[in-house]
């Protein structure tokens, strides 16, 4: 667990567009090395102030479907 106190994580896709809960997005999978790239990024913010300085810890589960 992290040391910050009062830090929200906001997870985003490439674009700074915000992945809650349950959102999807759809890649293209490289047919010649039949990978895919999901660029994401993560934002620290406080949303009733108060944050102190600390580490931030975060794991986040992805479902992947191929189709």
Do not use: C, M, W
């Given at each position: 667990?992290?040391?910050?106190?009062?830090?929200q994580?906001?997870?985003?896709?490439?674009?700074?567009?915000?992945?809650?809960?349950?959102?999807?997005?759809?890649?293209?999978?490289?047919?010649?090395?039949?990978?895919?790239?999901?660029?994401?990024?993560?934002?620290?913010?406080?949303?009733?102030?108060?944050?102190?300085?600390?580490?931030?810890?975060?794991?986040?589960?992805?479902?992947?479907?191929?189709?």
């Amino acid at each position: 667990q992290g040391t910050a106190q009062n830090i929200q994580l906001e997870l985003q896709d490439d674009s700074g567009n915000t992945l809650n809960t349950g959102a999807t997005k759809t890649v293209q999978v490289d047919d010649s090395s039949q990978s895919a790239h999901f660029p994401l990024q993560v934002r620290a913010l406080t949303v009733n102030g108060g944050a102190t300085q600390g580490t931030i810890q975060a794991v986040i589960s992805i479902t992947y479907t191929y189709s």
